[in-house]
């Protein structure tokens, strides 16, 4: 008869049988993580958590929300509406949003009660298609409310807050769907441009011409000759487009990645400032060598997408296999790449590069494709509180020159360009290891 096993192995191997008690707990663990009831609940008390964070910084965070009220209420009383009548510094398709609220109440209050709704409610629809469309969509949707919940209120009271779910559904279709996922990330580039690198991103993944002109090219310009038609019939002329001058015409925003070199300049240097832009309502660097970087920027952020393009192509095309990963990376890095190059750096950007971790947690196999997938996940959590912790929470200490909130938001913006240089290299691994 065969000798017995030694303790410890018999140990181990009891330990590891389905009967053993860590394996019961382990499958219960488990199963409680993916029951709906459990992530649904969980979902109803981050969003109670940010929509009462929001309230307690109602200023800070419905600031512009007042103005997406006012623009409405001008239009709809006076008929004088953005892009159809005056530039505005949002593309056309962002007046469905901001209009719909307004078509229901009339008053301030009702608007922001009605505005955070919608968000919520864009936020469900995008929560539900992950879980439900996604091979691993219960701990996609845990890192997700993981995300928001260290991120803050601040995508509640943006546009970013419609986008952001935008983004995320469109990731989740273009395994399958590619059409369709162009059509949304569309629908979301004419709210704000950020969606746009997932079209980017799709496109570079195509197999050949045809599919290129299949998926991509026809829907997006399906969508985009509805929105700009509809603004051409309104009496927009060359304002359906101009968005891209109202850009051009900005400087250094204060929490700006570039900016991080001005900012930490004043720890020693009081003759660098930040002041108000009373026009757009932004906080800016001024002077020669900030609106010299800026203006840099300018060609610096389609340079940066371009070669993002070329170089998810390439990868594309040497691991054909591999290209629903790449096209994740992808997105991540030009989404990332939107904040670093971008001379904007509001805070409720950040709620961009969530999407492409969520959507990778649910849908890479298990393997060192997921496992890849974690650093960054942690990174972005963090990148998220840091946000968080410059604003709302100590935004006046920023703007004040405070060094342990400089310290705080330099490591922020860091963090972003180390996201970045992280999915450009997990790339460039992936294409060289065909």
């Known amino acids: 008869m065969p ?67 006012w623009w409405a209420r001008h239009g709809l009383d006076n008929g004088q509406w953005p892009v159809l009548d005056y530039d505005w510094v949002y593309p056309a398709g962002a007046l469905a949003p ?14 922001e009660i009605l505005w955070t709704a919608m968000i919520v409610a864009l936020n469900a629809v995008a929560t539900v298609v992950l879980v439900r469309a996604t091979p691993r969509g219960a701990l996609g949707a845990w890192w997700w409310l993981l995300f928001l919940l260290a991120l803050g209120p601040i995508f509640l009271g943006r546009l970013d807050g419609v986008v952001a779910p935008l983004i995320l559904v469109a990731l989740v279709l273009a395994r399958r769907h590619p059409c369709l996922a162009v059509a949304v990330a569309t629908v979301g580039a004419w709210v704000k441009i950020a969606p746009g690198a997932v079209v980017v991103a799709i496109a570079a993944t195509r197999r050949d011409l045809h599919d290129l002109l299949r998926a991509v090219v026809a829907p997006g310009a399906i969508v985009s000759a509805v929105v700009v038609g509809l603004a051409l019939v309104g009496g927009a002329g060359t304002r ?69 393009a070329v170089l998810t192509l390439w990868a594309a095309r040497r691991r054909p296999e591999r290209a629903y990963e790449i096209l994740l990376l992808s997105a991540a890095v030009q989404l990332v790449a939107l904040i670093v190059f971008n ?63 400089i310290t705080v938001e330099a490591l922020r913006n860091l963090a972003l360009v180390v996201l970045m240089a992280g999915g450009l290299w997990r790339i460039v691994r992936l294409a060289r290891s065909a």
């Open 240 to 308: 359906a487009l101009s968005v891209f001058g109202e850009q051009g015409s900005r400087t250094l925003q204060a929490e700006s990645v570039a900016g991080t070199w001005f900012s930490v300049a004043r720890l020693w240097d009081p003759g660098v400032a930040i002041e108000y832009n009373d026009v757009i309502f932004t906080y800016e660097f001024q002077g020669a060598a900030a609106n010299a970087v800026a203006d840099a920027l300018d060609w610096l952020l389609p340079l940066a997408v371009v070669a993002l």
């Open 3 to 69: 000798a017995d096993p030694p303790a410890d192995e018999r140990d181990a191997a009891s330990s590891s049988s389905p009967s053993s008690p860590e394996t019961r707990d382990r499958d219960r663990g488990g199963s409680l993580l993916q029951s709906p009831w459990l992530l649904a609940l969980a979902f109803v008390v981050v969003h109670a958590r940010l929509v009462h964070e929001a309230i307690s910084w109602q200023n800070m965070i419905y600031g512009d929300v007042t103005l997406y009220e």
């Open 343 to 405: 001379k904007v750096g509001s805070p409720q950007f950040v709620a961009w590069i969530g999407p492409p971790v969520a959507v990778a947690l649910a849908t890479l196999p298990a393997g060192r494709a997921l496992r890849a997938w974690w650093p960054p996940a942690l990174g972005m959590v963090l990148v998220a509180y840091a946000t968080y912790l410059v604003y709302p929470v100590a935004y006046g200490p920023f703007l004040d020159g405070a060094g342990w909130m």
């Open 98 to 111: 901001v209009v719909a609220p307004a078509l229901v109440t009339d008053d301030l209050l009702g608007y």
